[in-house]
């Protein structure tokens, strides 16, 4: 499986976390202003199954230009805030959909 995460700096552990739930390409990007296109190239580019919003790390102009990319994809996307605890049960409820 494939993700690409928007925001955060040192994702250290998330990406160990996500790769033992199967996720083996994971893409990262910070999230900082001007990346926009970016996102559009990435979404056109890679074959992305899931998209990681973490809200706490991304400015709000950000957050509402990758709504408008992300609607057009049909991606499933969560937006979380940076922290594991509050990403797991997402993650667990997508890889069960995923696996059935």
Do not use: A, C, P
């Not at 970016?38 to 998209?51: A, H, Q, W």
């Not at 973490?54 to 408008?68: C, E, I, M, P, W």
């Amino acid at each position: 499986m494939s993700t690409l995460i928007i925001g955060g700096d040192n994702l250290n552990i998330i990406q160990k976390k996500l790769r033992q739930k199967g996720f083996d390409n994971i893409l990262h990007v910070s999230g900082r202003n001007g990346w926009d296109k970016k996102l559009s190239d990435l979404l056109k580019g890679e074959k992305v199954d899931l998209i990681i919003i973490l809200v706490d790390f991304v400015n709000h102009r950000v957050v509402y230009n990758s709504k408008k990319v992300i609607k057009n994809s049909n991606i499933k996307t969560i937006f979380t805030k940076r922290s594991w605890v509050h990403l797991e049960t997402y993650i667990n409820d997508f890889v069960s959909v995923i696996n059935n």
